[in-house]
């Protein structure tokens, strides 16, 4: 790949984003700490073909997520008719019992999904995760972009890189959609949180309020937020940055000082749109993961068009049989985990902690799925002045509003080290922008 | 078949003002196959807005808010309900009757329920309700009941432990026990014919319905229970929830009366 002006502006750029103040918070040993997030500035590009194909799959297999929320929260037919077993969803800990029987406004329960993909070296594509709760880091490629264009004008001059800069007006419009009448918000929980400078980015973007639980209240059948001066207006959609056990203490955990009480109740009847719907950790579990392609062949007839990566579900008796006979060769993943907590690869176990495993295994065979490692692509980096190759993925967003509209970039998230297939900025990684063709 | 007046109070004392007071109320009986509500009053004091809801278990709810300080709150609610019509509810299918298999925080077993789990035995062939109604009579040969030893917050494995408790333990380890055996058993709340408080007791799925089945007394529930609200444990089915701001202690009184009506 030819080499870009823009490579030589790379600290240029990581000055203007820590200057802006694009950081990532992590906790380590109980103390919250804001870090860096490091920028490559060699981008991830994707070829338009390229791109078409995963706008093709990312929009079936999110409109197959959507209906299949949809259908557990209401008839279950998935599970009436054996596709996916009742344990998959009842003792799932994403699964809330309190969202049962409710109909988000029009119907929209993955209003912002942000899916993890990883191209292998062949090229093809397998899907690692589905994030449909609160998925962040749209906000870093955008005010990557744009930091981009400013230090090197000339990189964007005849390349045809489809223009990223439009995300918040996506997401503006998906929260139009659902608004049920009054402003917009984006709850926060407040500084302390890893991704705050992408909630002030975002509300500043959109034109949304800025809110913490304790300025917004409900009255009667309604949210509103109050202002400094006493000023109360009507809110119809709320982007909630908190995830969903934090919500109301009313009907969530009742320990929680940062939600909103009674604002469940009230979307019960439709009053106000919560963006992403309580509830939608039941389709983005890693044990349900498994059965998305089969979802996509039960509510809509068609094979999925993004395969996932080769997976195995202990729970069944014959990929049990396969993941001891092969167990060496894979990746263990404890469902309930996330951000790269709770994998592990196999072959890099003790002995000893390869037969502590099993023994697990066997026993709580439904906490965990195995996987085939898929070697994927690397993606070159820049080391002290030098391109070195690194493991890399890529997640992608999807906007629901009437339809689903796939955002032409995506995060890159590389690892740093060498060796590491881990590539969630929760443990210290870095991104790149990406950079959708137009032509 | 039985025509039935109730009563239910329950009073809190605050013992210095609270605000920002926001509470969620299920206290309402509602007609369902095995009971017909004919008359139903309540009454929520102080609040600056009352609004009606039902919870995704089907059980009414009031929900609301006081904003202004008040050393003082009350929930009164009194009707006529006919008891007994059918053995079983029967309005939930096998489906959705299935979240009810799993355990949850309050009934997870430890080892003196698996224990307790695994001392019976059953006949071949034997139905979610015989299996059940046998549970049952182990738990109440172990278990006995006494008041003050344990809380709302005690789980069924603390509650075995102890090996005493009040109706919400007996409820609780049962749900357990039903659990174990993969029974969808739901946790009950309502009120006893009789003077006292509210009472809890279980239902188990068997046969297409749910059965009522009173731990506490060791039988089945016929006509002298009235039937408010169910849930997969106490925590879905509290009848007073609040938060409020302010340090006060509060002192709760709690009366309910439910006698047969004069024909």
Redesign the interface.
Known sequence: MRDFDLYAHTEQVNELLARYGVKFGIYKNNEFREQLFPFDAIPRVIEKADFEYLERGLKQRVIALNLFIRDIYGE?KI??DKVVP??F???SSGYL??????MPPRGVYTHIAGIDLVQAKDGGWYILEDNLRVPSGASYPVIARELCRRSSPKTFEDIGVEDNRNYAALLKWTMDYVNTGGHNVILTPGRYNAAYFEHSFLAEQTGAHLVSGRELT????HLYFIDYSGRKERIGAVYRRISDEYLD???FN?ESLIGI??IY?IY??GNVALLNAPGNGVADDKGIYYFVPKMIKYYLGEDAILNNAPTYLPFYKEDMDYVLEHFDRLVLKDVAEAGGYGVVFADKMTKREKEDFLVLLKNEPRRFIAQEVIDFRDIDIMEDGERVPRKADLRAFVLMGEEPVVWKSGLTRFSRNPDSFIVNSSQGGGFKDTWVLSR | MKTLDFSYYMELKFDEPVSGHHFTIKCMPQTTVRQRIEELRVDVYPNRFLSYDEDSFGNKCIYGHMEDAHDHFEIRMEGRAVTGIAPAETETDAVHAGMFRYQTQMTRPGKEILALAKSVSFAQEASNYEKARLLMKKLHENFSYVPGVTDVETTAEEALALGKGVCQDYTHIMLSLCRIYQIPARYAVGLLEGEGQSHAWAEVWSDGGFFPLDPTNNCVVGDAHIHISSGRDYRDCMINQGIFTGAAQQKREIHALVTQAEQ
């Open positions: 279950k599970v009436r009742e344990e969803i009842y003792a019992a309190q969202c049962e029987g409710v409900v009255e009667g059948d203490p009313m009907n009742k009480p009674h109740d019960r009847k």
